[in-house]
Nanobody, 117 residues
Framework: QVQLVESGGGLVQAGGSLRLSCAAS??????????MGWYRQAPGKERESVAR???????NYADSVKGRFTISRDNTKNTVYLQMNSLKPADTAVYYC?????????WGQGTQVTVSS
């Protein structure tokens, strides 16, 4: 059984920063990770991909967050991070962590990020 636990969300003013964390636990070997990533879903909108990091460390970002967000991972802790800088009200959403482990998808419970103008 794999569990993903997110933390780090909250309320911040526009221009501020937050760092999200997602820790994976369970019977996991680092060699089982295919990819980890962050998604977000704003009210009334579909869930969208924000950032992704592959098993080899390659990264991909949504155009809307390029240059502002950085995804990273700590393999020793089975944890992925999302550093979010220069936050905008449009970044307000529930942020979800996703891990692809042994080619199966696992999701966290989500953490709320609210950016005030």
């Amino acid at each position: 059984q794999v569990q993903l636990v997110e933390s780090g969300g909250g309320l911040v003013q526009a221009g501020g920063s937050l760092r999200l964390s997602c820790a994976a636990s369970g019977s996991i070997s680092i060699f089982s990770f295919n990819a980890m990533g962050w998604y977000r879903q704003a009210p009334g909108k579909e869930r969208e991909s924000v950032a992704r990091i592959g098993s080899g460390g390659s990264t991909n970002y949504a155009d809307s967050v390029k240059g502002r967000f950085t995804i990273s991972r700590d393999n020793t802790k089975n944890t992925v991070y999302l550093q979010m800088n220069s936050l905008k009200p449009a970044d307000t959403a529930v942020y979800y962590c996703k891990a692809v482990i042994d080619f199966k998808d696992y999701w966290g419970q989500g953490t709320q990020v609210t950016v005030s103008s």
